[in-house]
């Protein structure tokens, strides 16, 4: 059973001893299985998210919200149930500050049928993009002040009335804060414009630039704590010409920061992505049949021809490690 057929239970508060055990008892006494819970505390921080199978509870709906709503109450903590079919739609909220070509390239995408999601909401730490989501019949909010800095509480707040499932930095040019992170990682992708882990955190075409780099590109990925060293999703690569200017790094990559973080949107909202070790990969049957066809994590298929196989050293041992 995937998770997308699984009832989600997540719980976030203020860390404090017993409060897995007191929701897992809860639920082990209404008949409902646990098939998978993570679990975590940072800054004192406690995140649990349970996906769990309903089909057999000793509860109604209605009851067993009630009685995680009370118990939440008592713990402090708050306690969020969704059944299966509260995600038959699930929810896209998209950061954004001035550029617009990534917002732009997912609601043309949504309007043609392309995204397995709705664009419920757009948030801005500027203004400046406010006509472009409404162009798109999409609600914006601008949470920044005269400095473009955020009021992340207000952000929070609109994560949660409008339900986010999955948050998209698209060009935010802002650093998201550990309590946003934290309660939403692995649902937060974020477009960098470089070939990760190069040229990581500001003016990263400038970095490239000011380093010779004959070939750059850009990567979606999926955002940490850590400053863009979230595990990769998908990259794209773009030669850099005799004489280019930061400008002519931005006139390339650009298009392409909106294909690749188009392409890392789909692949999450498939299921077809796992982590393993920071690094991810296709779920097992992802590679297979014609939806799965269409995923470009990397360059495509000519670059794999263009790459020489010989030669080689013949008598090149197998690495026994990853030093290789």
Known sequence: MSQRELTEITVIGDD??????????????RGINIEDLDQAVRDDLFRM??????????????????????????????????????????SIAVLVTKESHCLRQLCEAEADGDLDAEISVAIGNHPDLRSVAEEYGVPFHDVGDADGNPDEDELLDLLGEYDADLVVLARYMRILGPNVVFRYEGRIINVHPSLLPAFPGAKAYRQAKEAGVRIAGVTAHYVTTDLDQGPIVAQRAFNVPDGATVETLK??????????????????????????????ELREGADEGETAAAYQLGMGPELDRATPDEPTDENLVAPTSDDD
């Open 16 to 29: 404090d001893t017993g409060l897995v055990a007191r929701v897992t008892s809860l639920l082990f006494e």
């Open 49 to 90: 998210t349970m996906h769990v199978d309903t089909g057999g509870m000793d509860a109604s709906r209605d009851a067993l919200r009630a009685d995680l709503q009370k118990l939440g109450e008592d713990l402090g903590v708050d306690v969020r149930v969704r059944f299966p079919d509260d995600r038959e739609t699930r």
């Open 251 to 280: 006139e390339r990559g650009q298009p392409l920061e909106a294909d690749v973080l188009l392409e890392a949107v789909r692949l999450h909202l498939a299921d077809d992505l796992t982590v393993h070790r920071g690094r991810t």
